[in-house]
């Protein structure tokens, strides 16, 4: 690996203070020695294998050969997946931050199409799928938004109309905004699609329910008759996964398709209801879950590349007429990629917390206990969007923070970008998310005021805070400060609604002319829930750890709630919660904080353990040769391969020699 | 125009309820009925030619067919310029809003090219060269920018040393880093450039001049010896016009060629002085004028499409059991698009606020009077960086609005984001440019202090504020409001300031640790010189408006001081400038101000009057007709041709049918 290789002065000087050992903080972001043990074994099988590399920088190729690289890639991936001793959830991870960057053709199949399976099959259609679909003899995708319809899925227009004359599903798309618009993989790759669609039997609609679609022929794969296929053209990002459109002409399947795990139909059309209505959300919040995960790794890339660029970069002047400085002594500069460090912990601390919910759930599900349902909801919704805005901004905050070079694609900043904000979009908008956090943060605190029990996340909005004399806040200090700012604004915005209803709007009236504060309302709520994940994680893990790193956690832990207690500072000091005299203690020791991290700013990046061919960066390689590696890249260009491009004999040269 | 074509219900509905006057309101934003006449006549050329148009969709393009075909429509349009009746300076206006999306081959020709030689060359160097740059005979670019080198222009390591005994220049990149990189038009397309580089005579450094220095052999076009000319590679946006790299390898050009307005070197190597060190800035001052005025047209786009689509897109539920809302009618969507509404607004009233001050200070250089240059410095800085971090979080904002679609390219709000939120880099990075702001507030503040004359802009640093205590806050109230944080961070930064020193800290070390708040005050004062502007225009045009326009206007301007008081409240408490109580007044107002301009959202964005083909968007078309558009242009995808791709039989079928 690279970091064998020497690296430029400035990043030997940096490694050479390191006070901290890097392993044990490995250890700690992938969740313990034998996790880090197992990424690394993955990483060295892909970065070990030629063939899962790019001949031409894929930049440079069209549209279709872009799509013909990855697919390329994913499937000798998959093909010597099991001689490799890689798993299905292996493939998956692998997606997106390594090897297939723009978007990987098979991503759909290992993740939302399978946990489909998983989770809305019976056994018996389990033991019937899973084997063709282990096997990548069949290959599918999750086709729910449609062209018209998103995130609010009663709202969907294709139907499924059973026929039990024939025993069959009749699939229908009965408008152009009842096309499936979106589905990763659906345009091309796969033959098979979990297609979710209004059911109706007996007359009678039951709401969105999943079917399992053929959609092309498993021998020549050509789109089936009553079908129509296709590519949705390019997008800001992510062009590789050939998203793709699907309608249906009076398409029938048989009824052993629809996938029976929670509600049935039977042969003579008598709809079966599930047990718990809630029960077939289990796949979105597994995806959620993922999402976390996956936009805390594109934030460690563009905090890695950034971090280490600004250790070699010199620009301007801070002491006058002596050498330009790193950028990274800058203040304005730790300010904008310190925080994003902390982010990082912060993400991989509150996904963590959220797993172990997640985990209690499903336990309590198998036990038929499905009470803790709407709280998971809540937070992994509240959390999936917190991430994927976090991380985004955090992304575009490193891209814009190497300046000009961070614009150029061979600093891999800008694809981060492209495929870390749409996270913002996919699997629950994010307005909508925060929105659904809020109704159940107004229901929980109604509950509380009338004695209910409720949930324990939620259990802080009835608590009586004491007031907070301290000059200097302890870390609970600020975190219960953000208890009570959500406190107070859940309160006032439950007390608004209240009195729109009491002078004569109509519940849903009221509740949109709240909603700005609403969403403000789940915002500050899922921000306090990751402070106190992360306080607590870091108290946990400071028990065993050495005294470097207890001291590097403390001050990441530390920044991040300073950070965002100084942003919500309106709020807080508008509640009561902090005084002035307060902020501006924060806002002091924030500036010391960067200080003291400073030093360690390239050895936490360096304990993320980023391979530079992940990173696929110009200005962020572990050996901080920056500036021969873009010009290298530069000479890559297509453009670069005659002096004189045939396009000045075609267009320039009849212009300029026009006058003479 | 399409304008005459049907228009959906929904829009039809939205434009039956108009309240004021389009062209009135036209007039006002393209800054009178003259000023509309001659865009849109600019505008009717550019629809009606037919070569201007792309028979394939760019983005299917691979890169190098894209800047040929920019450059084919560039060059087409140059030639018949005169024919068609357009100055170059339109030809300018045409970059990036309408027919050359991506960035424009000839774009830095007709602009900084230009711009260096009227502003930097000598009477008799212009007499010489304008001839030959007006018929393109030359082409030229402006090579500052190095890759080790940016907005610091002092650090540039390009040397141009004078040879008496043959009276010419050596000009020469002594390492990797002074290579100049990134001009836009340098790769491939010009001939000419004007150079910055590190003057050198009788043995002495004299900083960085501007040079002439020709690239490329007139007549074949080929690089010139000692020279090594390229393409820098892809980039996120912006990828049609060769941003490039240049090198020298002691490149001799006679000393004629050093642009000689203000400084000059003579033949036997003295050098001559120029009047006023600042003078050279003023092209980069016209430069920032022109940055304000493009991002705000990226702005007016964006948001034409995003109110367009939201009145035509239908989700989820207000009223239970009705049919699904307009998303315009959700209060969250309101607060998404209405202030980026009001903020093109702002930009152009403050655009035209500094072009006032521009139009002052250049009238007084000419009179010899220079001491208006380091005002107009700080406030085009500020506005330069509000601007372009307005308009692209604006974009984004958006984007983000129209949910998955907004991510589509067919939707043009990625292009628009993508060659928006480089002007946050470029022509001055945003955190130097705000650190330059700052010190001059800090500076302007002292002399304040000390008695001593300031200019206009920060006369109100020192103005004791009246206490208020109104339940509803006036346009003026709310402005002085934010004219009190800005001079109480001021205060309080400086107060720091001089602690720091006072305890032993040297004057950049001080600097530096307050940094963070030192941007907090230039991004204060911009924000207040804005609010300010468009109060005081409104107010001016409100004299002869017609009731409907005064108003919208007045609603507009409203919402923009309500929305950023809001957004500064936690400042604004602070510094005692508003209570608690005000500031939930206003967060109420922000509601009301929505709520009552929703009506008119889509009237506002069709006064901007952007014809559909330079909006170039699936969603924001006059006719509304999103959905099929959305279809036809996915048909337009290359792997739409066949059914079955070509990689399928490559990749996809082995892997299929590997354990048959």
Redesign the interface.
């Known amino acids: 690996m690279s970091k064998h290789s020497p690296c430029c002065e400035d990043l030997q000087r940096e490694r050479a203070r390191c006070s901290f050992n890097l392993d044990e903080l490995t250890n700690i972001i992938d969740g313990g020695k034998y996790a880090t043990e197992h990424r690394r074994k993955i990483d060295n099988i892909l970065l070990s294998d030629p063939e899962l590399s790019d001949p031409i920088p894929p ?6 050969e872009r ?2 690289n990855e ?2 890639k994913t ?2 991936l ?2 010597t997946q099991e001689e490799k001793g890689l798993t299905m959830r292996d493939l998956y991870t692998v997606h997106g931050l390594s090897v297939m960057r723009d978007g990987n053709p098979l991503s759909l199949h290992v993740s939302m199409f399978m946990n489909a399976i998983l989770g809305l099959a019976s056994k018996e259609q389990q033991d019937k799928w899973l084997p063709l679909v282990n ?3 069949i ?1 599918g995708t999750y086709a729910q ?1 449609e ?6 899925v ?2 969907l227009e294709t139907t499924a109309t059973y026929d039990p004359s024939t025993q069959e599903f009749v699939l229908h798309s009965p408008t ?2 009842s ?1 499936k ?2 589905p990763g993989a659906l ?3 796969s ?1 098979y699609a979990v297609v979710m669609a209004q059911l109706y039997t007996r007359g009678k609609c039951y709401g969105p329910h999943p079917f399992l679609v053929q959609l092309r022929d ?1 021998d ?4 089936l008759p009553g079908l129509r ?9 992510l062009n590789t996964n ?1 998203n793709g ?1 699907l309608q249906f002409e009076h398409h029938r399947i048989p009824r052993t398709n629809m996938l029976m795990k929670h509600s049935q139909v039977l042969e003579d059309g008598q709809y079966v209801k599930p047990l718990h209505s809630k029960l077939s959300y289990g796949t979105l919040v597994q995806t959620r879950v993922d999402i976390v995960s996956d936009v805390r790794k594109k934030l460690m890339c563009a905090v890695t590349i950034a971090t280490r660029y600004s250790a070699v ?8 007429g002596e050498p ?1 400085p790193q950028i990274l ?5 730790q ?1 904008k990629l310190l925080p994003q460090i902390a982010s990082v912990f912060a993400l991989t601390f509150s996904a963590r917390a959220l797993q172990e919910v997640y985990m209690n759930t499903v336990a309590g599900i198998d036990d038929g206990k499905v009470d803790l349902l709407p709280e998971l909801h809540a937070l992994s919704s509240g959390l999936k969007a917190t991430a994927a805005s976090d991380a985004s901004s955090g992304v ?1 905050i490193c ?2 923070a190497c ?2 070079h ?5 600093s891999n900043l ?1 694809r981060l ?2 495929s870390t ?2 996270a ?3 699997d629950g ?4 998310l925060f ?1 659904q956090v809020a109704r159940y943060l107004i229901k929980s605190f109604r509950a509380l005021r009338r004695g209910q029990p409720v949930s324990p996340s939620v259990l802080y909005l009835s608590v009586q805070p004491s007031p907070v004399y301290a000059s200097k806040l302890s870390n609970t200090e600020i975190v219960s400060a953000l208890g009570r700012g959500a406190q107070w604004l859940v309160s006032r915005v439950e007390g608004q609604l209240q009195q729109l209803e009491a002078t004569g709007h ?1 519940p ?2 009221a509740w ?6 609403l ?1 403000q309302c789940a915002e500050i709520h899922t921000r306090y829930f990751m402070c106190e994940a992360f306080v607590k994680k870091v108290e946990d893990i400071s028990k065993d750890a050495s005294h470097g790193v207890r001291e590097v956690l403390g001050q990441l832990c530390r920044l991040y709630l300073l950070h965002h207690s100084v942003s919500a ?2 709020l807080l ?2 509640c009561g919660a902090l005084d ?1 005299n307060m ?2 203690n924060l ?1 002091k020791e ?2 010391k904080v960067l ?1 003291s991290l400073r030093p360690q700013a390239v050895n936490i990046v360096d304990a993320f353990d980023i391979p530079d061919h992940f990173l696929g960066s110009t200005l962020g390689a572990w050996d901080g040769n920056v ?2 590696r ?2 290298d ?8 391969k005659t ?6 004999y ?7 020699k ?2 003479l």
Chains 1, 2 share one sequence.
């Open positions: 930049d440079y190729l069209s549209y279709e799509y013909a697919l390329r499937t000798h998959s093909k096997s990548f003899k290959i938004t062209m018209g319809h998103g995130t609010f009663r709202g152009v905004t096309s618009w979106w345009g091309k790759t033959n498993l020549t794969h050509r789109t296929l296709g590519d949705i053209g390019p997008r800001l990002g050939d459109f970069r010199h620009q301007s002047e801070l002491v006058p330009e002594d800058y203040q304005t500069q300010y575009e891209r814009l300046g000009g961070g614009y150029l694609s061979s800008p970008y492209t904000t749409c913002i979009t996919y908008e994010n307005t909508v929105l109509q849903h009236a949109n002319s709240c909603s700005i504060h969403v500072s309106g000091i508008r002035t902020v501006g806002e924030v500036c200080k500036y021969q873009l010009y890249e530069a000479l890559k260009s297509p453009l670069n002096d004189v491009p045939q396009a000045y075609k267009y320039l040269r009849p212009l300029m026009a006058n």
